[in-house]
């Protein structure tokens, strides 16, 4: 058992902070349990139990998804589900938080064309098998676009709350900077890129996921009612 946790924390270290931004979602929830946010700790709670189920079927022949050894391992299905729904649940926050009609046309219609690119991609490529990489860069760039429009109107607004008491601004922020570079990460396996490449682009990923969910935490903590938005 003590192996067993050792090996979990030395590859799934970075699921710790899923856990602990969980906690401090649930801990400050009466802060915006009535905003577009509401279901926040559902969704990182979600995160951090499909790493913990992707860790088994990687490592556990108990948990797989094929009776086939040669592909026991994949646990690829269950990421591809869980990034469609965290598109999902992002694209919604920001077409209810955006005042611009424009803005929100663009993202209703990018959510929409972004689900038809990931079931075109799954005719050309096995999701149980292959990572829909291309529809991930897909997703990635309209989520990008909601959020360079939230950014435009909170510059615009006057608001008397500070942006560093904004639960939402912090969570911008924090997707913002994961993925403004997730395309060029997840489209690396096409590049052709060479093995210290490919190690150093993990290092990023990695970092990346940390300081996205440390400004989420950071947005929890600093984050007041009545400055959401």
């Known amino acids: 058992m003590t192996q067993e946790l050792l090996r979990f924390i030395k590859n799934q270290f970075f699921t710790i902070i899923y856990l602990i931004t969980w906690l401090v979602a649930v801990y400050r929830y009466r802060r915006y349990f009535d905003t577009v ?5 559902i969704l990182i709670i979600y995160t951090f139990f499909t790493e913990l ?13 094929f009776s086939d050894n040669r592909y026991s391992h994949f646990n690829v299905i269950i990421y591809t589900v869980y990034q469609i729904i ?21 993202i209703q219609y990018g959510a929409l064309i972004s689900m038809v690119v990931y079931i075109i991609s799954a005719f050309f490529q096995n999701p149980f098998l292959k990572p829909l990489n291309f529809a991930h860069s897909f997703g990635s760039v309209v989520l990008v676009m909601g959020l360079i429009f939230y950014f435009k109107e909170k510059s615009a607004e006057k608001n008397l709350f500070s942006k560093k008491s904004n639960l939402l601004y912090w969570i911008s922020i924090g997707l913002f900077l994961f993925y403004v570079f997730f395309p060029f990460i997840v489209l690396s396996d096409y590049l052709k890129f060479d093995v210290s490449i490919q190690f150093h682009l993990r290092t990023v990923l990695l970092t990346a996921i940390v300081l996205m969910y440390s400004f989420f935490i950071i947005g929890l903590l600093l984050g007041k009612r009545q400055a959401f938005r």
């Open 37 to 41: 946010l509401k279901y926040l700790p």
């Open 53 to 65: 189920l992707g860790y088994f079927i990687k490592y556990h022949d108990d948990f797989q998804f």
């Open 86 to 106: 965290f598109f999902l649940f992002f694209y919604r926050v920001y077409w209810k938080t955006l005042v611009n009609k424009n803005s929100k046309k663009i």
